[in-house]
């Protein structure tokens, strides 16, 4: 990847933020041929995706087959050929483990959960087992001797995420991606309906198409003073206020250091309705997380290693045995009704968003790339697994109230 100090005058497409998101888009636009700028106010991948787990778990965490679930196990099942591409690429392994994910019950109220969830995947034709105790601490010998039952989702995994914004910004070097980080993006210039061009901490810059892929701090890019006078004249209201709001939601997390001379605590991922553990290549082992309103404070805090270290001892109680290595905070990007924000405004069609994913930036990064991508190089066709996922269903619901 080219770090480029200088900011260009113009580009085919500008793509603000360089998170997984905002680089998988710009990888997808720069194969299908354009000529793309990438502007990160920090360094490329250093936020959130930096900070998560890399779980690839839609069933996992799933309630129903909604619009939501379809989009996430597409995206999981694409992971497969993504992974084999971007190694390709970039010569980065992204260690696309799909040996499966448990989900374990401790107490009745835990089971219960653990029916529904059956239920309604069986029905649906989904890939799930259920499992006994005795054939839990058969796969899994650590885990407590407290679990009473657990399912098994075969197909759900993980990958390690920071190698895998590592390989996407290789990937995007490689393929002309121009990336300028430590830059500021504060402002969309929109003229006669159209996205015309950023203000940036270095300058303007003109492009054709704009994605905006900040994550928690989508909601801080704003439009400027025309362009929120023409929408606004058009459908009433403070256009700041009609755009998607994206919030930060604070995760904090733990990491083991691997135990010497002994076999991983555990193979799988390993879910609780509480907590969760994600053992990786080198003996190291996740432990998380806390989802906390804390604005952009980045802290970890002694309440939130308290209660990830609770959560990870009612799984494996072996964890007391091993020592913490590191411990970080990322910050989610929330929306108003936990789904992502995929698309492009009405009003500004050539400004589209990628942003809002919440808990599933990792799991969601190959389809969101590929989608939102398409949309702009087929100049502004869409996939019928976008619908649900466009900006202007908010706007939709307030002119509803």
């Keep these: 990847m080219r770090n480029v100090g200088e900011l260009p005058e113009r580009a085919e497409a500008v793509v603000i933020g360089g998170g997984v998101i905002g680089l998988a888009v710009a990888r997808e636009l720069a194969r299908g041929g354009a000529e793309v700028v990438l502007i990160e106010r920090g360094e490329a991948g250093a936020e959130s995706s930096w900070a998560a787990a890399g779980m690839l778990a839609p069933q996992v965490e799933a309630d129903r087959a909604d619009e939501f679930f379809k989009l996430a196990a597409a995206s999981r099942d694409a992971y497969p050929a993504f992974a084999r591409e971007?190694?390709?690429?970039?010569?980065?392994?992204?260690?696309l483990d799909r040996t499966g994910t448990l989900y374990?019950?401790?107490t009745e109220a835990d089971e219960e959960e653990c029916e529904r969830r059956l239920l309604w995947q069986t029905r649906a034709g989904l890939r799930v087992e259920r499992l006994t105790a005795v054939e839990v601490r058969a796969l899994e010998p650590r885990v407590s001797a407290r679990v009473r039952?657990?399912?098994r989702f075969p197909l759900d995994g993980q990958v390690e995420n920071r190698r895998l914004t590592s390989a996407l910004a290789k990937a995007c070097g490689r393929r002309g991606v121009r990336v300028i980080t430590q830059t500021e993006v504060s402002t969309v210039k929109v003229e006669d309906g159209r996205a015309v061009g950023v203000e940036t901490s270095r300058g303007m810059m003109r492009a054709s198409s704009f994605v905006v892929a900040?994550?928690?701090w989508s909601s801080?890019?704003?439009?400027?003073?025309?362009?929120?006078h023409e929408i606004s004249a058009t459908h009433g209201g403070d256009a700041q206020e009609t755009r998607p709001r994206i919030e930060p939601v604070r995760g904090q997390m733990l990491c083991f250091a691997p135990a010497a001379a002994q076999s991983p605590l555990v193979r799988h991922v390993v879910y609780s309705p509480r907590?969760?553990?994600v053992p990786r290549r080198d003996g190291r082992l996740l432990a998380g997380t806390t989802t906390e309103h804390a604005g952009f404070d980045k802290s970890v805090t002694d309440t939130g290693r308290e209660a990830i270290t609770m959560q990870a001892r009612e799984i494996a109680p072996a964890v007391d045995a091993l020592v913490v290595s590191e411990a970080w905070a990322g910050l989610r990007p929330r929306g108003a009704d936990d789904w992502p924000v995929l698309g492009a405004l009405a009003d500004v069609p050539n400004l589209f968003y990628a942003t809002g994913h919440y808990r599933n930036g990792i799991l969601l990064a190959p389809l969101t790339g590929a989608l939102v991508a398409g949309m702009i190089l087929r100049q502004g066709m869409t996939s019928p697994l976008l619908e649900a996922f466009t900006p202007e269903r908010f706007r939709r619901a307030s002119c509803a109230v």
């Design 104 to 106: 374990l019950a401790f």
């Design 214 to 216: 900040c994550g928690a």
């Design 86 to 95: 971007l190694e390709e690429e970039s010569g980065v392994d992204i260690e």
């Design 149 to 151: 039952s657990a399912l």
């Design 220 to 228: 801080m890019l704003r439009l400027d003073t025309a362009a929120a």
């Design 275 to 277: 907590g969760y553990l």
